[in-house]
């Protein structure tokens, strides 16, 4: 047999330190608790905890700054972020696809969300919604596309599911750059946000309510709307620039006359 062996207290620490990474507790690019903090924390000496923070750092999970502390990393996601960015520029027929994958995942987390939420939970998600309800109703789209991607995030994370909340965090959050962010920011042919928060009150609603059918229902049914006017948007914009060159045409033809 075996003998079992006392656990280091630096890897003690380094394994609470990637749980909060990992939670969310320390966010991406953010500065966590300085050395001395961590140690009164745990009870330990700030060399033990300057141990844990550096086998962090050679795994590229955090970042050291000279004279400042110690940083979450950003790098490993973006450089999983890029790939993906560029896979999907050069195969943009992959479009259904990304809205498939959108549209099942996003409703199987906001079903989570409301048989999981807690009151915490439902106080954030309905923070964003208030928020992306303001931005609707003052016309600002920057203001509009961060809170309603934290909205998205605020139910990810109210599935308490570490792998949707990452997923939503990253992948998802790449993808509404690329695609539904599109809506709010491009000129069309009819104003699409009355519907949009009509549609995230009602995911609100079934996520408050506890009722885990009518919020994947809800879910589906905003991605549904949200890529059949990407689709009508393109459609439109394609016509105003056939009838743009048609007109530059006629100028040309009478410029002389």
Not at 7 to 13: E, G, L
Request: charged share 25%.
């Amino acid at each position: 047999m075996k003998p079992i062996k006392t656990q280091k207290i630096s890897d003690q620490i380094l394994s609470i330190i990637e749980e909060r990474i990992a939670a969310g507790e320390y966010a991406e690019g953010r500065k966590i608790p300085p050395e001395r903090m961590l140690a009164e924390e745990f009870g330990v000496s700030r060399p033990s905890v300057r141990a844990a923070l550096n086998i962090l750092v050679s795994r590229g999970i955090m970042e050291a700054r000279q004279g400042d502390g110690y940083y979450v990393s950003v790098k490993q996601r973006q450089d999983f972020l890029q790939s993906w960015q560029e896979l999907l520029g050069r195969h943009s027929h992959w479009e259904h696809d990304v809205y498939d994958f959108s549209r099942h995942i996003e409703s199987c987390m906001a079903g989570l969300a409301a048989a999981r939420r807690t009151e915490e939970d439902i106080s954030r998600i309905g923070f964003w919604l208030e928020k992306f309800e303001k931005a609707c109703a003052e016309g600002n789209a920057g203001y509009q596309m961060e809170a309603d991607a934290s909205f998205h995030q605020a139910i990810a994370d109210a599935s308490h599911n570490i792998l949707f909340s990452h997923l939503s965090g990253s992948l998802l959050r790449m993808l509404y750059r690329q695609t539904r962010s599109s809506i709010i920011r491009d000129k069309q042919s009819g104003n699409p946000r009355p519907t949009l928060m009509a549609q995230h009150r009602a995911l609100f609603e079934a996520i408050e309510a506890g009722n885990a059918a009518q919020a994947s229902a809800a879910a589906q049914s905003h991605l549904e709307f949200v890529f059949e006017s990407i689709r009508e948007d393109r459609e439109y914009q394609s016509r105003r620039q056939h009838a743009g060159t048609l007109a530059q045409n006629d100028l040309d033809k009478v410029k002389n006359w």
